[in-house]
């Protein structure tokens, strides 16, 4: 048995020498770009040195690439000729020696069988054979599986791979399932000494060597080198200064052939990472990996026209019309080009470009919660991928995941998911900067589930040979560099074969090993396990803890049917915080961490919506009201209709809170809880209900007797009567509530003595403010949010401030913020919005007025149009006016917001507008506050504008107090 390597038009005369005894020789041939083989070929006679071989199969197109594999078979050539028509298309059924059909997934594994077999004929993979072919190409060794359209070359040290061995990632420029390379190979340059090697990369312009070998500052002087010529000092001393000023600088594809042209993806990104980190700036992953693909298609658009221009000149032709604008530019960058910057370089630009140094180390791991039979594929995966770890997920999220794989230096992350305890999804993700590919499985057979132990094979821990089938598309080319880059390189006499075949764009796996019985055409061939078919749906350009990153494939069906984002998604799921953030979220997962709580605030707020409107809707049109009024009545008796209201009031407001109990324990130990802000104990919170429920049940009756009797007393004047009923109701719960009622949920103390008192009182003193009192609340006890506020009427004003505000901020943060809340007092906001919204409730009052006696408002719901009281068209109103209440709230909003805008300029108008900043900034950071808004969603659900745009007005007024002062 005889193997070797031959390129078009040379054929080594050991080759000859080996063959010339053959009878029927085993050929893999690349015939087209598109990486298909032509098979088996008989020769009829030995081929002499530097002859080109015409094969037999579909070499109608241009003349034969390449001979990848010939091999001496101990076969008849009927079995020959057989597996050249199954290899080459003729058949889709293998057959085994006996005539016997095999399983047209598991005969797949019959090509790397009888190459097996004939390698451990030959005794093993021989050592590099020859120079350099015709076409450029390099010193091969010999290639250890070349079956199914999968052509992993193996490289010569002298390829600058440091002779750490062979890997699939080496043979990119070449390989890509046996297809021939796009360009002219270019030798590779020495690597500088000590230095790790460059692979295809040239060496730079200013002569200092490769630029992985060089250090930051070096680089940065060789780009500065290549960008501005040498510095003053280094030029030929007899040169005069005149002579120099006269020499041209370099054109910047001189410096972009310095820097991007020798860098691939990811060596730009590492290069970006360490200069934003000595420069103690964000690193955005996603913006380098745009930018660099943007400068990469700037740099191919700029060759292109350099190439017409230096045609052009060659040929003597005209310059083309769109190029003469460009011409002394693009001319004078030719003339100054060399060997080095006249075309692209060649090298390997793909997140695996690094995948040849070491094997693959990767960690397998499933969903949260996983049940048995997802725990038990997850195992067997271990068992497929060779120096791989399987973990307990826990609780970690996706973020932690990955950078825990970072940390620990694995090069794949494989996650597993499921659906009802069956398998259903399969991610993997190569790290550290991706892609990330998703999968859907289907027909998933554990290994148990196979047979019994005499048909299922042995588990192998050796590495496997790899069979890719029907993966000529680029898609196809791409996710078979992903599948197989998790494999390392395996041994010749390895007897174990995985086997990725796609039919239709499900890929069917199998996993199989393999013994020789007897002669050497002879082996027994059995399953191991797992067995599943995938199919892929998404791949994108980054790492699974990324969910903005590009997606370079989506199938299309899955975009169509995935969920769409809701109105203000999109704001929300920015990939990165506004500029005047950016520099408060250097730690990347405090800004996902902000985001996650905006979006979950939002999509809560949404379904509680949801579903009071349909409650309140259900409530109107199913008849529960007049049924409940006619049960209040029975309640109540004959003749008691004030009795009759109070007990429909209660009820009716019971209704309403037995049903946001459980919405209020799913903000509080749900989404609150969630988010790390959730500080309420079960204790506390059916505590504070039962308050709640005794405070409605003390002042619920008083209140709706109250209403009755001026309902009933009113006359063509109840709406005056009723707003002045509302405006001294109104009155009184706002003495009461601070100095009765807010006590009964939370501990107020006076604010002890110290410097951040001693400023307060200064403040206050400084503005005229009647500060009575300084109390300290504990708000921690229920939640980690902050705030402050002032209340009390006239003379007793009092102050109220946050424990957490107080751990959170800085004593000049915290009375920056009350310079704000005295602005508010000192600008008579207070009182304006008040009397706003009584001549609000004055006009709904009035609308009410000339509605109360409608028969048809009664009877569309239900009651009799006679026999209803007042109350009863008060309380239909209500219900009614909320559309009413939706456009009124959008203009309160409007006013507050300028309100908050005014009171921000009264504080820098008091020297406390840096300290003002800095505590807006402090209070969002804590507070998770959504760091982006959609304009319109804020301007009708916000009553307080957007940090941002706070920010901004307080920085103009800063500068207009700093102008003014100078």
Known sequence: MTGGWCCQGQVAA?????????????????????????????????????????????????????????????????????????????????????????????????????????????????????????????????????????????????????????????????????????????????????????????????????????????????????????????????????????????????????????????????????????????????????????????????????????????????????????????????????????????????????????????????????????????KELKYVFPNSVRVNRGSMVMAELVDSCRNHDYTDLVITHEHRGEPDGLIICHLPYGPTAYFGLFNTVLRHDIGDKKTVGTVSEAYPHLIFDNFTSKLGVRVSNILKHLFPVPKPDTKRVLTFANQSDFISFRHHTYTQTGGPSTVDLKEVGPRFEAKIFQITLGTVDQPHAEKEWALRSYTKSAKKPKLADPALRRPDPPKELAHLYADRKEYLAKQSYSLDSLRFGMARALFDGVLSTALLLSGFLPWSWALSGRLAGPGRGTLQAVFWGLGTAAVGAAASIPWSAARTFGLEARHGFNKTTPRTFAADLLKSVALALLLGPPL?????????????????????????????????????????????????????????EALAKSLKFPLAKLFVVDGSRRSAHSNAYMYGFWKNKRIVLYDTLIEQASSAQVVAVLAHELGHWALRHTPRLLAAGQLQLLGQLALFTALRNSAELKSSFGFDSRAAPPIVAFMLFSHLSGPLDEVLGCLNNWVTRRFEFQADAFGVAQGRGADLREALLVLDRENKSAPHTDRLYSAYHYSHPPLVERLRAIDAQIAVHRKKDH
């Not at 193996?154 to 600058?160: D, K, R, S």
């Not at 030029?235 to 370099?250: F, G, I, Q, T, V």
């Not at 509302?726 to 009461?736: C, G, H, K, P």
């Open 704 to 760: 709706v007797a109250g209403l009755v009797w001026v309902l009933d007393l009113g006359g063509p004047w109840v709406g005056l009567y009723l707003w002045l009923f509302m405006l001294a109701l109104t009155l009184v719960l706002l003495t009461i509530y601070p100095v009765l009622i807010a006590p009964l949920f939370n501990s107020f103390s006076p604010l002890p003595d110290g410097e951040l008192k001693t400023q307060i």
């Open 14 to 378: 050991k080759l000859s020498e080996a063959l010339a005894s053959a009878d029927a020789v085993l050929c893999f041939v690349a015939a087209r770009p598109t990486g298909r083989f032509s098979g088996l070929a008989r020769l009829a006679s030995p081929p002499m040195p530097g002859q080109v071989i015409n094969w037999a199969g579909d070499n109608d197109v241009g003349p034969p690439m390449a001979v990848q594999w010939i091999y001496k078979v101990d076969m008849p050539f009927q079995e020959a000729e057989q597996l050249r028509n199954a290899l080459d298309g003729g058949r889709n059924v293998f057959t085994g020696p006996n005539g016997q059909e095999i399983d047209p997934v598991a005969g797949q594994a019959l090509a790397a069988l009888l190459e097996a077999r004939a390698r451990s004929q030959m005794g093993g993979a021989p050592g590099p054979m020859g120079p350099l072919g015709p076409m450029g190409a390099p010193p091969v060794m010999m290639n250890p599986m070349m079956v199914g359209g999968f052509n992993p070359m193996m490289m010569h040290p002298a390829m600058g791979m440091g002779g750490a061995g062979w890997h699939p990632g080496m043979a990119q420029a070449w390989g890509q399932g046996g297809r021939a390379p796009a360009a002219p190979w270019r030798a590779p340059a020495p690597a500088a000494p000590g230095g790790p090697p460059l692979g295809f990369a040239g060496p730079l312009p200013s002569g200092k060597g490769d630029l992985l070998s060089m250090s930051y500052e070096e680089y940065l002087e060789a780009f500065d080198r290549a960008k501005n010529g040498p510095k003053e000092d280094e030029d030929d001393e007899e040169k005069s200064a005149s002579e120099r000023e006269e020499d041209p600088a370099p054109p910047p594809a001189a410096a972009a052939a310095a820097g991007m042209q020798m860098m691939t993806e990811e060596q730009y990104i590492e290069h970006c990472q360490k200069f934003t980190r000595e420069m103690g700036m964000p690193f955005d992953e996603a913006m380098v990996r745009q930018h660099y693909q943007t400068m990469k298609s700037s740099m191919r658009e700029e060759y292109e026209k350099k190439r017409l221009i230096r045609q052009a000149l060659a040929e003597g032709k005209p310059i083309p019309t769109e190029l003469r604008k460009s011409e002394p530019k693009l001319r004078k960058a030719v003339e100054l080009e060399d060997d080095n910057t006249a075309v692209p370089r060649t090298h390997i630009d793909d997140e695996y470009a690094r995948a040849g140094e070491r094997d693959p180390k990767i960690l397998i791991t499933t969903s949260r919660d996983p049940s048995s039979r997802l725990v038990q594929f997850a």
